[in-house]
């Protein structure tokens, strides 16, 4: 089974709407962290928000939310406002210890194409 | 200005041959990562190092070699065993687990090499 789903692969949004992208997840770890990144055109990913498995409250970092449903296995990023400049790919990533190494290892969702039209 | 450099941003090499790409980092991180992405695809772990001279295999480790002989600089040589080269390749570090606990410890990465073999 894929650990971590991004069930859309692209997405088309009007600007200064906001926006929700879809990430759920499978782990059998009750500690895990659940990471989203912003890929533009550039190719460099941007690391956006962090949602530990045990903080009691959403992530937020300004315009970017986490809606976090932890009994859905569910981590969706939310874009307040949408703007130009937010037209990317993104991609939700986790960390746990169910594989080896997992200390350390990201994995990657397939990510969502984000485009926001004027 | 701190950061992750990677050169050069564009490599074309013939088959058979071994390339270098070239990762420093000013972070003073302890973690250095070297990913792959393929179109269409998320990121794929080829190395990881947590400290110096020291570096665990990822999920596709097979056709690649890594160095890690100073804190700043994680090499990743790509060989003419790996079958199909030809892909996006990024670095990333992160703080590390000796000063972050787990599962936090988000991933900086830099601006990537695409690489053609032909």
Not at chain 1, 39 to 50: A, D, N, R, V
Not at chain 1, 81 to 94: E, K, N, V, W
Not at chain 2, 33 to 59: A, C, E, H, T
């Amino acid at each position: 089974a894929q650990k971590i789903t991004q069930t859309q692969p692209g997405m088309f949004v009007q600007e200064k709407e906001a926006v929700t992208l879809d990430c759920t997840y499978d782990t059998s770890d009750p500690s895990y962290g659940l990471f989203w990144y912003k890929q533009p055109s550039s190719g460099e990913m941007i690391f956006l928000i962090y949602q530990g498995s045990y903080d009691q409250q959403n992530a937020t970092e300004g315009r970017y939310s986490l809606n976090f449903q932890k009994a859905r296995k569910s981590a969706n990023l939310v874009i307040s406002a949408s703007q130009l400049g937010d037209s990317a790919m993104y991609f939700c990533a986790m960390r746990d210890r169910t594989i080896l190494g997992g200390n350390e290892k990201l994995t990657f969702g397939t990510g969502t194409r984000l485009t926001i039209i004027p | 200005d701190g950061g992750i450099t990677q050169s050069p941003k564009y490599l074309f090499r013939k088959e058979g041959q071994n390339v270098t790409l070239s990762c420093e980092q000013n972070l003073n991180h302890d973690a250095m990562y070297w990913y792959r992405q393929d179109p269409g695809q998320g990121l794929r772990l080829i190395y990881y190092s947590q400290i110096v001279n020291d570096f665990q295999k990822g999920d596709i480790a097979e056709g690649y070699s890594v160095s890690r002989e100073k804190k700043e600089s994680f090499p990743l040589t790509v060989t003419s065993a790996q079958k199909n080269p030809t892909a996006f390749y990024l670095c990333a570090s992160s703080i590390g687990f000796g000063s972050v606990p787990y599962p936090a410890d988000e991933q900086y990465f830099g601006p990537g090499t695409r690489l053609t073999v032909t």
